[in-house]
């Protein structure tokens, strides 16, 4: 007996969230690696370059090789990405200098990259489309499940092994493996029967589409901006508060401490400050989980236009909270910080889930995986620089600030979810109405 429509798209969706998970362990896995490196191996501007060439190497992978998914197929391209990334942690577990993690984090983002754009893309054109916000969201989720899975690794890792940093790379190396074989047995190829479809619905020949496949053609241009920059500040902002919130937690408790300190005292406190920010960022990492489930269930009854300047508003309030309620020298994180990061793992992550889900809406099948890998790549490369500069930064106006100024981007992700919202008031009420 052949699975429904239905049944097999939600079974590709289920598989593209397992598959998601690794990424996000892969991706995320820095931020809980980082306070567990020694001051002689890496400083913190180092620190910041390790986060943002990942990002870079993401942004690479999904503007300029996921684009091949929509020629050679979705199923190729995410195994390519696969072995890549299995290569970059592998690399990465290895380094006997900062310098070379840096080279292999950009590996590994250019194989994150490339699975990310695809997974998404096939899961979407498995599903009906009325259970399309359904399977993004479900897809989704696996981003925050890989997170906690990281913290909860980090946690097991270094409470029976110590600061065993090489440890938590090789665990993902061995989930890339584990993803690898699922996409090689279970994940087809949905390029052609999308395609087709499209085209059967919308009534144009196949020489229309070829001219227009363009993502910054006239009938494309306006969505493509507003979903690249929207994008790129959200995902700037998240891959800044979840690479680098745990270090940031542990650098406002100890500020002040000195070489001065006594030595034992000084390691107590770090190990505290340590423990306190992985506490934060595994906080933050459930309200990234939730964040990707109300897509999925509240996407059932309400379009992702609607849902993306909502989460982005939810963003921006919970930010100016979260950035106000960091710890001082001494202090340990309050409960309003861990309730502030919660909500804002939810803004910020239903925000880049309901981005994504706009995508078959926006784009023909022909122009998804490109117009997909833009808006991604160009969500990486945007959080390139937040890492970097904000790792300089810290130091000199310290963290309640500097959350303060990252906001800003948030309301500009706001302001673009806005502009989307207008156009799709244009294309007619259907677009604010339907889910798909």
């Known amino acids: 007996m052949r699975p429904t429509p239905a049944a097999s798209g939600l079974g590709v969706a289920l598989l593209c969230m397992a598959i998601n998970m690794v990424d996000g362990f892969d991706l995320l896995i820095v931020g809980f690696v980082l306070p567990n490196l020694d001051r002689d191996f890496a400083s913190t501007p180092q620190k910041g370059w390790v986060v943002s060439l990942g990002l870079v190497g993401m942004a690479v992978g999904a503007i300029g090789l996921a684009r091949f998914a929509d ?57 009906e489309p009325r259970l399309r916000n359904l399977a993004t969201g479900l897809v989704m989720i696996g981003y925050p499940l890989g997170s906690l899975l990281a913290a909860l690794s980090t946690n097991a890792i270094t409470s029976t092994f110590g600061a065993n940093w090489k440890a938590l790379y090789l665990l993902g190396a061995g989930l890339t493996v584990l993803a690898f074989v699922a996409m090689f047995v279970g994940l087809p190829e949905s390029v052609q029967k999308a395609e087709a479809a499209f085209e059967s619905e919308a009534h144009i020949s196949h020489e229309a589409a070829e ?28 891959n800044f508060a979840a690479g680098l919130t745990p270090e940031f937690v542990k650098t406002a408790m100890l500020a002040g401490s000195d070489s001065s300190t006594d030595p034992a005292t000084l390691a107590t406190a770090t190990a505290a400050a340590r423990s306190a920010g992985q506490n934060i960022g595994l906080w933050l990492s459930a309200g990234c989980l939730v964040g990707a489930i109300s897509l999925a269930v509240v996407g059932l009854v309400m379009s992702a236009v609607r849902l993306t300047w909502i989460y982005c508003a939810i963003a921006v309030a919970s930010m100016v909270g979260f950035a106000n309620s960091f ?39 022909y122009a998804r995986a490109k117009g997909y890998g833009a808006m991604l790549g160009f969500g990486r490369a945007g959080a390139v620089a937040a890492p970097l500069v904000s790792a300089y930064l810290v ?42």
């Open 71 to 127: 020629r050679y197929g979705r199923r190729l391209i995410a195994l390519a990405g696969a072995a890549t990334t299995a290569v970059g942690l592998l690399l990465s577990a290895w380094s006997p200098t900062v310098e070379f993690m840096m080279g292999a984090r950009f590996i590994t983002g250019m194989g994150i990259g490339m699975i990310s754009v695809v997974i998404v893309v096939a899961a979407q054109e498995t599903a």
């Open 211 to 238: 001219a227009n496949r363009s993502i910054l053609s006239k009938a494309l241009l306006a969505i493509t901006v507003l979903l690249c920059v929207g994008y790129m500040t959200v995902a700037g902002v998240f």
């Open 327 to 365: 710890p001082h020298a001494g202090e340990s994180p309050s409960t309003a910080l861990a309730v502030f990061a919660v909500l804002l793992g939810i803004g910020i992550f239903g925000a880049i889930s309901s981005y994504s889900a706009l995508v078959p809406i926006s784009y023909p099948p």
């Open 395 to 436: 130091s000199e106006i310290g963290p309640q600030r500097l959350y303060n100024y990252i906001n800003l981007l948030l309301v500009i992700s706001l302001a673009c979810a806005a502009g989307v919202v207008l156009m799709a008031r244009r294309r007619g009420p259907a677009a604010l109405t339907l889910s798909s």
